[in-house]
Each structure stands twice: as C-alpha cells, then as structure tokens.
C-alpha cells in the first residue's frame, strides 16, 4: 500500500475545500472506460518552481494509484524479492560446494602425506565423503602394500638350495635358513596382486602427486616379480630333487642318507605338499625310511665283518703295536666272517636292494674266499720241505757212526752220502716240480672256477640290475602320480586359501562400506534438513507475495 503524502495548502481552507469538491465530482463522473483507458494529457508547459510561482502550482494532498499500477508494482517487488532469494540460494550452493571442495582437497593432501596407519584410520573411520574415504583407503593400501613388499622382499633374497647338505641356504653366507617356500610364493603372488591393482587405480586417478606413488609401487611390482621368479625356480629345483629322491630311493640311494631322508620330510612340508603323505604309517615315505634304516644297518654289519677278516693279515703289525701298546686285538673266524657276509649279502638281493657297496663287498668276499683256498694249498704243499742243514749234518754223523760199526771205509761213507745227497736233491727237485705242476693245475681249476662264478655273478647282477630298473621305473610311475596329485591337492588348497582371502577382504571391504554409507547418510540427511529448511523459507516467501497479489488484485488498499 501507498501511503498518502501531505502537502501544503494553497491558500486557506475555501481553494482545498473547492479543489476536493471538484476532484470527487470528476471521479465520480469518470467511467470504466475512461479508468481503462484515459486521454493523453494535454501538453502544460513548464513553470518555474519560486517563492512567487509557488501559490499557481496545484499540488494534491495524496497520490492515488490506480489497479494497474498497483499491480504492476507488485510483481515487480514480487520479481524482486524471488530473484534475489534464488540468487542468495545460488551464490550459497556455490560458496558451499567451493569450501567443501576446497576442504576435500585439502584433507586429501594431508591424508596422502601421513605415514602413521593409526592416524589414516582415524580419519577413514570420521569421514563423511565418498572421495576422502577412497582417498584415504587409498594411502592405507599403498602403505600396507609398502611394508609387506618390504618383509616378503627380505625373506625372499639371496636364497639357494644346497644339494649336498638339502637345506635352504643363504647364497651369500651359506648359513641355513629354514624357509617355507609354498607360503613365500602365496606371499609374493598376494603382493603382485595388490601392486597390480594399486597400479591400476592410481593410473585412474588424475592427480599429479600419485605420479610419484605409482612409479614406486611399478618399481616394487618389479622387483617381486624377479622375486617370485627365483623363488619358482628354487621350487622346481627343490621338487626336481625330491622326485629323484623318490625314484631312486627304493633302488639306488646314490649317497642320500638317513638325514637327508629327514630333511627331504622338512622340505616336503616347505613346499606346502600334503604333510599326510610323510607322516602316514603305511605310506610311502615311512615304508623307504624303514628300507633305508635297515639297509644302512646291514651295510654297517657289513663293514664290521669285512674290518674283522682283515685284522689277521695285519697280525704281526697287530701284535708289535699290541705289546707296545698294551692292547688286544680281537679277531674271528674268517671263515664264519665271509659265511657271515654271504648271509648278509643273500639276504640283501632277496630284498632286492641296490647298493655300490653292496656289489664291493660280494667280489671282496668272493676275492678273500679264493686267497683263503690258495694259502691253504700253500701251506699243504710246504708241508714236505727239504732237510734243513743241522739234520743233514745229524744224518751223517749216524752214517759215520753206522759205518764204524760195520768197518767200511771213509771213502765209502762219503760216497754213500754224495749219492744219498743227490738222490735227495732229486727227490727234492722232481717234489718241487710236482708241487709246481699241482699248483698250476690247482691255479688253473680255480681260475676256471672263478670265471664260471663271475660270469655267472655278472649275469645275476645283470638279471638284478634289469629287474631292480623296472622296479624302478614302475616305482618312478607310481610317485611321479603321488607327486602329481599331491602338487594339485597344494594348488587347490591355495586357490581355497586365495578365495578365502578374497573373501574376507570383501567382507571387511563391505563393513566398511556399510559404515561409510552410514556416516554419509547421516551427513546427507543433515544436508537435506538444511536444504529443507531454505525451503519453508522460500515457500513462506512465495505464499506472502501469492497473498500480496491477491490482495492488491481485490482493491483492498
């Protein structure tokens, strides 16, 4: 409304009084249509405004508006009023969205320069946008990812296998470092995961400063790979072993001994193989360390009884050192020592067990039987041996003394005993030839004798031999299939672990999720009781100019 203005008198009461007599008369003859649609006014020329022109002015007491006008001016203070209210509302949306925009860098920026894991999960755990959280998860796993690289890469470096000894070695010191080399590889694989997809969302990610952090996790990723390429390769060379082991347990130990048979269990179980295959009573591991602990004991039996059949050739050396000494050697039977070892021997081919040594000490045996046989001929045909010169000497003194008594000459005496000399040394000569033609003869059966033996000792081992290499390939066979399947029951067991894994961080992935989202519900329903707010008041706004329009449309002013 519009509210009338007071203006001075022109002079006295009687000109108002006229003036309002004549305007109510014109207003009251005015018509609708002269309302609608008045005349142009007539041109007035312009009169100085003075302190004499001042009383020739006519100046109402009130300005009066007509409807349109009113109208006309309501809309424009309605236009106004809204416009001004929708550009606050605008300029405040922007300056909002500037701030909160400015603040999530800002906190992004802080976030990616910490370095303490508490801290970073402090602030995930009070975040309220979805671009800080991921932000902020972000820098955990790259952090995480950090530290991980950095334990796996230590405990992956400069390791090797020594074959001799079947341990895991340090390349550098050769110290032992026992290394479960199935959990180093799941490690390594669980890494070069985590740096691949690391490197994946970073490379999505359009902010200068992840540059640097993706350089770095591509260098790690790297590096982990060479890793895991040596770790595979100490794998393969580690089952490459084992499977020689295996094969070649049942019939040819090529030197592997008892602990190395209990250190092919420990690298077994490193590999992350089945540990049911070597802790089984019945299976076969347990079954080749009963055949090796037997066989190491009879090979031990064996080379006590081989060092007692030797102490008798050494008996006078023996003997010297023993009265220097004061010491006693024991010795025994050799006969009973090489039926011994025969036995032993025998018994070994019945259990068809394949040794080297096992072949040495048969030709030994059968070597100390033959010089044990020539000794006793020798000894048998030095029996009879020539007369030593003091018999001879005692002989011919009962020859003088038996020609004294019968009165024959000295000249027959001697030579009685020069024929009795000759025919001696040619008894002597043609008993040696004998012995000599004997001994030949005896040589020459034993010689064919030992032939025939080797021969037929060749063709037994031959025989041996060829049925030990297809036990030995049927047994190669049969562990090549328990190796095969143990190796996929690992591989199944780790893509189990692996899905697990997975699992699990999709769990702790959804948690997390499921907290975010609350907090930022929480954060948009307080938005939106803001925004519901600036509302009403918008609404209130409105209603009142709906309201001022109505009633400036009705003439209520």
């Given at each position: 409304m519009l509210k009338p203005m007071s203006t001075r008198s022109r002079s006295g009461t009687t000109c108002a009084d006229d003036h309002a007599s004549s305007s109510i008369v014109d207003v009251a003859h005015e018509t609708p249509a002269s309302i609608s649609a008045p005349d142009k006014p007539a041109h007035v020329p312009f009169v100085p405004v003075s302190s004499t022109s001042l009383g020739l002015v006519d100046i109402p007491d009130a300005i009066v508006l007509t409807p349109d006008q009113v109208r006309s001016a309501s809309l424009v203070v309605q236009a106004i009023l809204l416009g001004g209210v929708i550009a606050g509302a605008v300029i405040g949306s922007i300056t909002y969205v500037i701030r909160s925009r400015r603040a999530v860098d800002e906190s992004i920026e802080r976030v990616h320069r910490l370095v303490d894991v508490a801290a970073i999960r402090r602030a995930i755990d009070t975040s309220t946008t979805a671009e800080f959280h991921a932000a902020a998860t972000l820098r955990l796993r790259v952090l995480t990812f950090r530290s991980n690289v ?408």
């Open positions: 950095d334990a796996v890469v230590a405990d992956s470096t400069q390791k090797d296998f020594d074959a001799d000894r079947w341990v895991v070695v340090n390349r550098a010191t050769k110290a032992v470092e026992p290394t479960d080399v199935a959990a180093l590889l799941a490690r390594l694989s669980v890494a070069i995961d985590e740096g691949d997809d690391l490197l994946r969302e970073l490379a999505a990610q359009d902010r200068p400063a992840f540059k640097s952090i993706q350089e770095a996790i591509a260098s790690h990723v790297k590096t982990l790979r060479v890793r895991h390429d040596h770790i595979s390769e100490l794998k393969a060379t580690i089952l490459d072993k084992l499977h020689q082991a295996i094969r070649s347990s049942s019939s040819q130990r090529n030197g592997l001994q008892l602990d190395d048979w209990t250190r092919l269990k420990e690298l077994w179980v490193a590999l992350g193989l089945p540990q049911a295959d070597v802790v089984a009573p019945h299976g076969w591991y347990q079954a080749i360390l009963r055949e090796l602990e037997a066989k190491d004991a009879m090979l031990r039996q064996l080379a006590e009884l081989k060092q007692a059949i030797m102490l008798p050739l050494l008996s006078t050396w023996a003997e010297k050192k023993d009265d220097e000494e004061g010491e006693v050697v024991v010795a025994v039977d050799t006969s009973v020592a090489l039926r011994d070892m025969n036995m032993l021997l025998n018994e070994a081919k019945a259990n068809q067990w394949s040794h080297h040594e096992f072949d040495h000490l048969e030709r030994f045996v059968l070597h100390t039987h033959n010089q044990t046989q020539q000794q006793h001929t020798m000894v048998l045909a030095s029996s009879v041996a020539p007369l030593s010169p003091p018999a001879m000497l005692r002989t011919c003194g009962r020859h003088r003394g038996g020609a004294r008594d019968d009165g024959r000459s000295a000249e027959d005496i001697g030579r009685d005993l020069a024929m009795h000399d000759e025919r001696m040394k040619l008894d002597f000569t043609i008993h040696r030839e004998k012995l000599y033609f004997d001994k030949i003869n005896t040589d020459r059966i034993l010689q064919q004798q030992l032939d025939i033996h080797m021969k037929t000792l060749e063709e037994s081992q031959r025989q041996f031999h060829l049925q030990a290499r297809d036990n030995r390939e049927r047994e190669e066979r049969m562990y090549q299939r328990k190796l095969d399947d143990a190796t996929k029951k690992l591989e199944r067991k780790q893509a189990e672990k692996r899905q697990l894994v997975a699992d699990q961080a999709a769990k702790d992935a959804a948690t997390a999720t499921a907290k975010f989202l609350a907090l930022r519900v929480h954060a948009e329903w307080k938005l939106v009781k803001r925004v519901l707010g600036i509302n009403v008041v918008v609404v209130a706004l409105v209603a009142a100019l709906v309201c001022w329009d109505a009633v400036t449309s009705r003439e209520l002013l």
